[in-house]
């Protein structure tokens, strides 16, 4: 932008429409900021003498020049307000749009920290080298205006602006207008600020100006005119279209540093959450230019219709180009129609280039033009040669729910059948489920409300199967999984806190004076439980069940509560186990649920037997604990009286619960009406309990502790049911806590409960899982479950 009066300073790059692209990177610096900020924060308020002492150690090493460090904020403060002021000036609406969310965005978020923080929601000083508070606000702002515009802003300008910013923060330090943790504050304010809106609108980074690309594409030997960005930019890369000197399309993919690191984090956060077949993987920026041209020559060689490879190479700055003869054309996918033949077309090219051995990696119809030759496909960055066939499975998936998404599944099933076959789409259903899907896809799916469940059993009828087949397992982590690891995250935490109350070393002490012999007892004595659970298995249903797989299924369930819920994974183990035994499924499904209730109904009948037994000696000072809100107890009632109200007015959810649930009934009072069966549910459940509590009793022998049945079973018992209502699995943490607090309510000093707890612990679950791996190898391979 030259300035007026004969000064040649340029500010900005030149305008480029469609030189906008949201990058991967930025979600996560966006998080790296988000956490920084609360680090920040959280020194502020946790440690403001440690803060102010390094502020005075940056002062002392750096406070020999205290007229570079002022002169450095106020030249950070005035080279933001040049951008701002050349950003008006240029007519450059949509950037001067980004500087105003990002700076309002400073403001409001940082007026909100101060208030957290400092209790002042907003402290301005008239001097331009006082002190504002957390966060600093001003860098804040240079920060922020900078990482908006700094992709716009000419190298030197941009260079500037950053160093001034590094040296405005350290300044503000050494001068006393901020301290560390203000300065930290304010550089994630204004970044998280930056990268937000850069998120929200796209940015020039990663989107090189045209002229540096066509002065690449020339030093290749590729000449082209009207070079621009193209309108139609993805994540990952930046695309350009031009024309050759015969007045061919031609279009440009440039993959920058950037858009390199973009690509390896979503690949190895695709590595991590899924289970993807084995792809062909690019390295470095020139290796994947030169894959996705290898890959598209392969397919042209195979009969496939794909653009032609002008050239694959890296440019002098160090870029990566590939440049193929393709039309700057929407993509199929935002067709209004298709035809039946253009779908036919599209399933034949698919065909063909499986034959060949080469798998898309994004097959759906983003990735899909129709020329005057008919469809083209297009984008090979991802594809893989000599895919296995769990990769071409894939391609087939994603294909026929983007064709779905377009032409609805009864077309998109018909071309689907006529190109690949239906041998192609019945190995595919496996895959047709959103882990399996690329995003894009996913979300067309969920927007235009594709119900995969009913693709899939349409698929299978189409193919002449009966029933859908499995789903192949492709996520390694889901949002139940890392809700779990938090839990467990949690009760580890309660646990810990716990012992460091008691004191590390007299844990270990009482630990090390336990009677090994009463130890063994103890653990021989839980493994005895397994009778009496299995037993009430063989309660639960009319069909007569052998005794020795459920006991067997009850050490296996040790194992698979490691990582569920105990509740839920027993109900889990007994579904599958009785289905596997001829057990209809609303029958094994209730008989899961009464096994459940059996045993919590026996548990309050002994609680209520054992409390008015013990109830002289039970030492109530230590613990403290509240009635329950009655306004909770009011939204439980509410809500469970609403979910019933729904589900009996609502047809298909009324369709799916009522007529299980009263099989289940059914089956239930049939169990009920019989006097072995009645037997067998909760006399094995009692008989469970009790031998949990004589083992309790033995491993408070093993400390010289002397409890009366009554009060292990209270302890036990109450224990069990309070640490059920937590959704750890096996009740990790929360089963300790209760244990002890039990173990001293009964007088036992804490110490020693705890160590108790432990070693009881130790005997009913932290090692029962290392034979119930065993016992669950046993019954998959007799084929119980």
């Keep these: 932008m030259p300035a007026e009066g004969g000064w040649n300073i340029e500010l900005l790059t030149t305008a480029e429409e469609g030189r906008r692209n949201r990058r991967t990177i930025d979600a996560i610096v966006l998080a790296v900021a988000v956490l920084l900020a609360g680090a920040a924060a959280a020194v502020a308020t946790s440690a403001p003498e440690q803060d102010e002492d390094l502020a005075r150690g940056l002062t002392t090493v750096l406070g020999w020049a205290p007229a570079l460090w002022r002169t450095a904020f106020v030249g950070a403060l005035v080279i933001a307000l040049v951008i701002v002021v050349g950003v008006l000036l240029g007519r450059r609406w949509a950037l001067a749009r980004d500087l105003l969310l990002a700076l309002v965005a400073v403001i409001g978020i940082g007026i909100l920290l101060g208030g957290l923080v400092e209790s002042d929601w907003l402290v301005i000083e008239p001097h331009i080298l006082s002190r504002w508070g957390f966060p600093e606000l001003r860098i804040a702002a240079v920060s922020a205006v900078v990482a908006v515009a700094g992709p716009e802003l000419v190298r030197p300008v941009r260079l500037l602006a950053d160093w001034l910013v590094v040296l405005a923060a350290v300044g503000a330090v050494v001068f006393g207008a901020a301290l560390p943790s203000d300065v930290l504050g304010a550089l994630a304010l204004g970044l998280g600020a930056g990268v937000l809106v850069r998120l929200a609108f796209g940015t020039a980074a990663g989107v090189p100006p045209a002229e540096q690309v066509r002065q690449a594409l020339t030093s290749l030997g590729v000449e082209v005119h009207g070079l621009k960005p193209s309108m139609r930019q993805r994540m990952g890369s930046a695309a350009y279209v031009a024309e050759d000197p015969e007045g061919r399309p031609l279009k440009a993919r440039v993959l920058g540093r950037d858009a390199q690191d973009t690509q390896k984090i979503v690949r190895r956060w695709r590595a991590l959450a899924y289970r993807d077949p084995p792809r062909s993987v690019a390295v470095g920026r020139l290796e994947q230019v030169e894959h996705e041209a290898l ?52 399933w034949t090219q698919a065909a063909r280039l499986h034959e060949a051995g080469i798998s898309h990696g994004r097959l759906n119809l983003s990735n899909v033009i129709v020329t005057a030759d008919g469809p083209v496909l297009l984008d090979f960055s991802a594809a893989t040669l000599g895919a296995p066939q769990s990769a071409i499975d894939i391609d087939v998936a994603e294909l026929l729910v983007a064709s779905t998404v377009l032409v609805g599944p009864d077309r998109a099933l018909k071309a689907a059948l006529g190109g690949v ?19 894009h896809v996913r979300d067309l799916a969920r927007a235009h409300e594709v ?30 999984k890392l809700l779990m690891t938090a839990l467990i995250g949690v009760a580890a935490y309660g646990v810990i806190t716990q012992l460091a109350d008691i004191g590390f070393g007299t844990i270990a002490d009482q630990l090390r ?26 309660g639960t249903v009319l069909e007569p069940l052998p005794l020795l797989p459920c006991v067997v299924l009850q050490s296996a369930i040790k194992f698979i509560n490691l990582t569920v819920p105990s509740s839920a994974g027993r109900i889990a183990m007994n579904l599958r186990f009785l289905q596997r035994m001829g057990v209809p499924t609303p029958e094994a499904v209730a008989a899961g649920a009464v096994d459940d209730a059996s045993e919590t109904v026996v548990q309050v009948a002994l609680l209520l037997l054992a409390i008015p037994v013990v109830k002289g000696k039970i030492d109530t000072s230590q613990l403290h604990f509240g009635a329950p ?58 008989g469970s309990e009790v031998l949990y509590a004589i083992a309790l009793g033995a491993t408070c022998h093993a400390y010289g502790v002397d409890l009366s049945l009554a009060q292990l079973i209270l302890v036990n018992t109450g224990a069990s049911v309070l640490s059920g209502f937590i959704p750890v699995p096996g009740g990790i943490g929360a089963a300790e806590a209760t244990l002890t607090a039990g173990l001293v309510a009964m007088g036992v000093d804490e110490s020693t409960a705890f160590a108790i707890a432990l070693t009881q612990r130790l005997c009913t679950f932290y090692l029962p899982p290392i034979w119930g791996y065993f016992s669950l190898r046993w019954l998959s391979r007799k084929a119980y479950i």
Excluded: H
Aim: glycine share 8%; charged share 20%; proline share 6%.
């Design 295 to 346: 890959a598209g020559l392969l397919a042209a060689q195979a009969g496939i219709r794909v653009p032609e490879v002008v050239t694959a190479a890296l440019g002098p700055d160090g870029d990566a180009l590939v440049v193929t003869r393709e039309p700057d054309a929407d993509p199929l996918e935002v067709a209004d129609e298709v035809s039946d033949e253009t779908l036919s077309q599209i």
């Design 451 to 480: 119900a995969l469940k009913d693709l899939r059993q349409a698929a299978a009828t189409a193919t002449g199967r009966e029933k859908p087949p499995e789903l192949e397992p492709m996520a390694r982590v889901s949002v139940k």
């Design 421 to 439: 076959g239906a041998d192609a789409v019945g190995t595919a259903l496996p895959y047709l489920q959103r882990a399996a899907l690329t995003p």
């Design 513 to 538: 004076s336990a009677d090994i012999a009463w130890v063994v007892v103890a653990l021989i004595l839980a493994q005895l439980t397994f009778v009496g659970s299995g037993i009430s298995v063989r």
């Design 629 to 686: 809100d009655g306004r909770l107890i009011a939204a439980i009632v509410i809500a469970l009286v609403v979910s019933v109200t729904v589900m009996l007015a609502v047809p298909t959810l009324r369709d799916k619960v009522v007529p299980p649930f009263k099989q289940g009934c059914t089956s239930l009072w049939r169990v009920i009406r019989n006097r072995r069966k009645r037997l067998e549910l909760f006399g094995g459940n009692v």
